[in-house]
């Protein structure tokens, strides 16, 4: 194969792009869907619905990974995601949007699992929680504009330039990803579990996806409805919700940066224990602010914790499982992570109904210690 570095700058190129994009979408969307008429509950009802559709196609889009490569599912979930997105600026109520919301949150979610492959087979065990801190720091790059840009946008001119520059942004990805060489034919050397029993590979895996889903849960809790909340707690406007999603982006840029080095020095699983330790205080305090910018600060740093135990979560899969079995250790981890935030979503709208808008960081801060468990459970 060619140097598999171009591959990794074209990915690189892909990753920023599609972060852009969906920074511009996602941090905003729950205030997009209540301007369109639905409740707090609907909201939380229509984010969980789209979800749990993305989690049940994840397997099955992972199984076409395996079988055609995972640049092909790239560039299909690249062409259905600037497809959907564009097609937001023509809605006129919430369940119009219903659909198109499935459909961009599917193609998004796909892309994850066939970006976190593709990472593992061009890479050796060494370097890979490294590559995948550096490759995730796309994501902080266009959270740290996006989301500021999509509400100075929002507040001046409305709501249509924003997905039409996230349409476009998208499209401009496909370029990129068909320059990125297919590696499926790669020797995939650096898997782990080839001489496991079958009782203890199904052991690990679960605990892996309980893991993952009770830290989509705890995150998912309190960040689905977030800007929602920032608007109606300190009546903040569009912009300054954006501006808010932009100091979490920073973090997450922080955190990633910083976990590609800490995690040359430092055991996996004491790493993800320790992140989600600190996390717990953090989500506990927050109802008690009264202010947007230290509320701002905390939870970028509680997020920012939550992100830097990405690259470590990946390459533990990888490591667990053998190496021809990672698309659908992917697709297993991935359902897991849009079960927790589908559930999250739902749990939050009901939660906020009922109880109140701070039982939610409440929600967040138990479900933080629950997550603990399972890594406790897991071998080293």
């Known amino acids: 194969m060619e140097n598999p570095k171009k591959s990794l700058y074209a990915l690189f190129i892909v990753n920023l792009g599609i972060a852009l994009a969906s920074e511009l979408i996602i941090p905003l969307q729950p205030l997009f869907i209540q301007r369109l008429g639905a409740s707090i509950v609907e909201v939380g009802v229509i984010l969980s619905i789209s979800g749990f559709t993305a989690t049940a196609l994840i397997i099955p889009s992972s199984l076409i990974a395996e079988k055609y490569g995972n640049k092909k ?37 796909v892309f994850i699992p066939a970006r976190m492959v593709y990472i593992a087979e061009i890479s050796l065990l060494e370097n890979r929680a490294s590559i995948y801190g550096l490759m995730n720091v796309a994501w902080p790059l266009g959270t740290l504009t996006a989301p500021v840009l999509a509400g100075a946008i929002v507040d ?55 893991f993952h889903m009770l830290i989509s849960l705890t995150v998912g809790a309190s960040n689905s409805l977030l800007s929602i909340y920032a608007s109606e707690r300190f009546n903040a406007s569009t912009t300054q919700v954006g501006f808010m999603f932009s100091i979490i982006g920073l973090a997450t840029l922080v955190s990633q940066l910083s976990a590609a080095y800490v995690l040359k020095k430092m055991d996996l699983k004491r790493f993800l224990q320790l992140c989600i330790l600190l996390m717990i205080p953090l989500y506990a305090f927050l109802p008690f602010v009264r202010d947007l910018n230290l509320f701002t600060t905390i939870y970028a740093i509680s997020y920012g914790l939550y992100s830097a135990t990405w690259p470590a979560s990946a390459t533990l899969v990888t490591m667990a499982i053998p190496s021809s079995k990672w698309s659908i250790g992917m697709g297993f981890r991935q359902t897991a992570v849009r079960l927790g935030f589908s559930l999250a979503s739902m749990i939050a709208g009901l939660l906020w109904s009922s109880l109140g808008p701070s039982s939610v960081f409440y929600a967040s801060s138990i479900l933080a210690i629950l997550t603990i468990v399972p890594l406790l459970l897991f071998e080293k």
């Not at 259905?80 to 949150?105: A, D, E, G, R």
């Open 73 to 109: 599912v790239i560039i299909l979930s690249i062409i259905f995601s600037s497809i959907s997105v564009l097609l937001y600026t023509v809605v006129k109520n919430w369940v119009q949007l219903s659909p198109l919301i499935i459909i961009y949150t599917v193609s998004f979610t």
């Open 156 to 210: 001046n001119y409305g709501w249509m330039p924003v997905f039409i520059i996230a349409s476009i942004a998208m499209a401009l990805c496909l370029a990129p990803a068909w320059m990125m060489k297919e590696v499926k034919s790669l020797s995939k050397n650096g898997g782990g579990g080839e001489g496991w029993s079958f009782r203890r590979l199904l052991k690990t895996m679960s605990l892996l996806v309980v």
